[in-house]
């Protein structure tokens, strides 16, 4: 495929609350314009017709952009055409869903799409915070929890295409069911939903007080409020981001233990939680590798936010 011509591109970021699209300008990493949509609880086709009509106004303002870049969460195949049954998406099966984007948005030259943390990856090793480095695993703590692997500079795809799904790691074979049905798997504990579920768990059975205690009648309890009321002081949430991050660093000594990865990129929108999530994991990660590890291992959080997966999913466009 040839590159497109334009120095700009539509990316889109489709998570598991939120669906995000923007202009990007490619030699920059910058989002000129940008727009999001709550995402449906629909087909696959039904979700490519909805994005259409967003991506439309894109390019009625912007009328020279042909190509458009998706980031999409699940597996993907070797060859890119198909996303795989995402968990988090039960009404998806496999999908040629970039194929649904294309023909409902005639006027475009070409819709590429890539896994959601692979082409957050690629963003960050151009533009943020693992600028220029080779060996890194990117994880993205959303809804659900996603990653991808760059080893010598470049994503590691594994044998069929689906290699770097961080968040269904099983670190507990007695642990709380998630969607992808892999008992005590990170994203059980640390995805969006999961975390805000077992929050409110412990809110019941523990007497400490907290701020978070005002959730219990709607039990409409966000990440953002956890970590809202662990900044304001907080002492019980922050022993949930405590053992959040500890939870997530032995996830990461996994990697590292398996791959001699020492670098990790955390983004999304659970990572907002700064330092009071990755110190606790900076802890355990140190503490659960082994000791030749120890002194290089490192955690780091993105430098791109939330618009990580816009830029990069524009990004694949111009590879």
């Known amino acids: 495929m040839s590159s497109a011509p334009e120095a700009l591109a539509i990316g889109v970021d489709i998570g598991g609350t939120t669906i995000k699209l923007g202009v990007v300008d490619l030699v920059k990493g910058k989002v000129l314009r940008e727009s999001s949509l ?5 087909t696959a086709r039904d979700t490519a017709a909805m994005l259409a009509r967003h991506i439309n106004v894109l390019i009625h303002q912007y009328p020279d952009i042909t190509s458009i870049g998706i980031g999409v969460p699940g597996a993907m195949n070797m060859e890119r055409n198909l996303v795989q049954n995402p968990p988090n998406f039960p009404k998806w099966g496999v999908e040629p869903f970039a194929d649904y984007v294309q023909e409902a948005v005639p006027i475009s030259e070409f819709v590429i799409m890539e896994n959601d943390a692979k082409a957050a990856a690629i963003a960050e090793q151009k533009f943020g915070a693992a600028k220029d480095e080779n060996f890194f695993l990117l994880a993205t703590l959303g809804t659900g929890i996603g990653g991808a692997i760059i080893a010598d500079g470049k994503i590691f795809r594994g044998a069929f295409g689906g290699a770097g799904e961080f968040g269904h790691i099983m670190i507990n074979y007695e642990g709380p069911d998630s ?10 504990y640390l995805g969006q939903k999961y975390l805000s579920t077992r929050t409110i768990e412990k809110i019941r059975a523990s007497k400490k007080p907290s701020a978070l205690r005002s959730f219990l009648p709607s039990g409409n309890l966000e990440p953002k409020d956890i970590y809202e009321a662990a900044q304001a002081g907080d002492g019980f949430a922050k022993e949930i981001l405590t053992e959040a991050g500890m939870i997530l660093g032995i996830g990461f000594a996994s990697v590292a233990t398996l791959l001699d990865i020492r670098l990790f990129i955390v983004s ?4 907002q939680a700064g330092d009071l999530l990755l110190n606790p994991a900076r802890e355990a990660l140190k503490k659960n590798v082994l000791e030749h590890q120890r002194d290089s291992v490192e955690i780091r959080e993105s430098k791109l936010g939330t618009k990580a997966g816009i830029i990069g999913a524009a990004l694949l466009t111009s590879s």
């Open 38 to 42: 709550t995402t449906p609880n629909a």
């Open 268 to 271: 999304g929108g659970v990572a």
């Open 179 to 188: 969607l992808s049905g892999i008992k005590g798997c990170l994203e059980a």
